[in-house]
């Protein structure tokens, strides 16, 4: 019922504001927003498989999925508070759930959720909140401390903040990076040659070199802004990065230049970029569609 209401409710909200960005020809004439889904408690996860766009209002325990075709379906009204799905190749996601606090796998034929990992070194794990697949098909994902303030029942087991890589053909979960304060966003350069991670709890993005054995190197200090709670990363087909912050998204070059800022109806969280320059932007409480340049 809920899930059905909040669709309602995002069908007799459909609104379009127009996009405003300072960075010319990066979108299409007269682009607009077009708001799919709105009211949610939280959004996240965009996520773009061809025509057809996932996304979870997770606080409210739903997942959807949007088409021009069949418009905006409930994919999952018992969600785990997942906040980010990537294709698996098969057919299936790799989820992060916030709720059980692990890696998941879904198969969408099946139905089944497989779990891929939950603990490390024996603790449990934090609260995942974003997951990337490299084309070697191992998994990054990030491991921040969020809301265990607000929920007492839940105990923090490990001594700090990582950035983790798994590997499903061997079944291992492994530290790549410590030292943050509150791990979120992340995103692979186009030659992954460095893996990118924004640190909420800092005004801070880092890059970091990924080896040829998976390992990666030192960090660096990619772009420092003038306010903590960088959120959602990706890259647009120029090779450009997204950066989700309070109060939009910048774009940035490769060498760490802003070359633009673009605004959104609220808090962005996560971005997405499909085929023929659609694009994704969740917010704090909605999620909206616009056309870029092809």
Request: overall charge negative; glycine content about 10%.
């Amino acid at each position: 019922m809920k899930a059905l209401l909040l669709s309602l409710l995002a069908a007799s909200a459909l609104a379009d504001t127009p996009v405003e960005c300072n960075v010319p020809g990066i979108f299409a004439p007269g682009a607009s927003w077009k708001t799919l889904g709105s009211g949610y408690a939280g959004c996240e996860g965009a996520q773009w498989i061809g025509d057809t766009l996932h996304y979870a209002a997770h606080h409210d325990h739903l997942a959807f999925k949007w088409s021009e075709k069949t418009g905006l379906v409930t994919w999952r009204s018992d969600s785990p508070e997942a906040t980010s799905f990537r294709p698996d190749g098969k057919g299936g996601f790799y989820v992060v759930e916030q709720t059980h606090r692990c890696l998941t796998r879904w198969d969408e034929s099946s139905k089944m959720v497989e779990i891929l990992a939950d603990k490390f070194e024996g603790k449990r794990l934090n609260r995942p909140n974003d997951v990337i697949v490299k084309s070697d098909g191992t998994l990054w994902l990030t491991d921040p401390d969020f809301l265990f303030k607000q929920r007492p029942e839940d105990v923090k087991e490990l001594d700090g903040q990582f950035v983790f890589r798994f590997d499903p053909a061997t079944k291992k979960l492994s530290k790549a990076a410590d030292g943050f304060d509150k791990p979120n966003g992340i995103a692979l350069s186009p030659d992954e040659k460095h893996l990118f991670i924004t640190d909420s709890g800092t005004p801070n993005m880092f890059r970091l070199p990924v080896n040829a054995d998976g390992a990666l190197g030192p960090r660096e200090v990619f772009a420092t802004f003038l306010e903590k709670g960088l959120d959602g990363l990706a890259f647009d087909p120029q090779d450009r990065l997204w950066c989700c912050m309070r109060d939009g998204i910048r774009i940035i070059s490769l060498d760490g230049k802003v070359l633009g800022f673009v605004n959104t109806l609220g808090k962005p969280t996560s971005i997405s970029f499909g085929t023929a320059g659609k694009l994704a932007v969740t917010t704090k409480d909605a999620c909206h569609i616009t056309q870029c340049q092809p």
